[in-house]
């Protein structure tokens, strides 16, 4: 931060402030404190008949890969209407039944992903702005090689454990950057 948005002043400082544990930034002018807090990241896996919505990125990061339709939460809408919004935004589709199916903080980038499983209306999808392509995919259709992101395959690896089983289970944990490009995930 440069300036304080509360008084104008250039004399913002990170600091820990009195009674709290962490550095912040504080203006030395007016003694705001302003806070930096986790990312949510709102996903819905799509179902219809015997497949899930996915989704060809053409936005960076990841330009290419695949994901289930996910992105950032804005400020007044629920979790579920992010998931909702995000599915219509990427992929031109409508969602309905949406329940709640797996919660991962990623402290290493400061985002917690919350994914729904939600019904895909009528089967129908195209690509909005932010897909190069979208498709109605089965396990075997996946292109496990080309997923954007580790949240999205452990979320995907878990529903199609889950489908297997015909027995749908809230999952939640930690997943943490080791060295190189691996992930410990931490299954509670």
Known sequence: MNFCSNCGSSA????????????????????????????????????WQDKILMCKRAIE????MWTFPAG??????????????ETYEE???KVTGLTLYS???LPHINQVYVVYRAVLVEGRASPGAESLEVA???EKDVPWQDIAFPVIRESLEQYFEDKQKNRFSLHHGDMRRQAGHDYEIIRY
């Open 12 to 47: 913002i400082r990170l600091t820990v402030p009195p009674g709290d544990n962490r550095p912040r930034f504080v203006c030395a002018s007016c003694n705001e404190i302003f806070y930096h807090n986790p990312k949510i990241v709102a996903g819905c896996i799509a179902e």
């Open 61 to 64: 990061p990841r330009y290419g």
């Open 72 to 85: 950032f939460m804005e400020n007044e809408e629920s979790v579920s209407e992010a998931a909702a919004r």
């Open 91 to 93: 992929a031109i589709a």
């Open 103 to 105: 919660l991962y903080s």
């Open 136 to 138: 109605l995919m089965g």
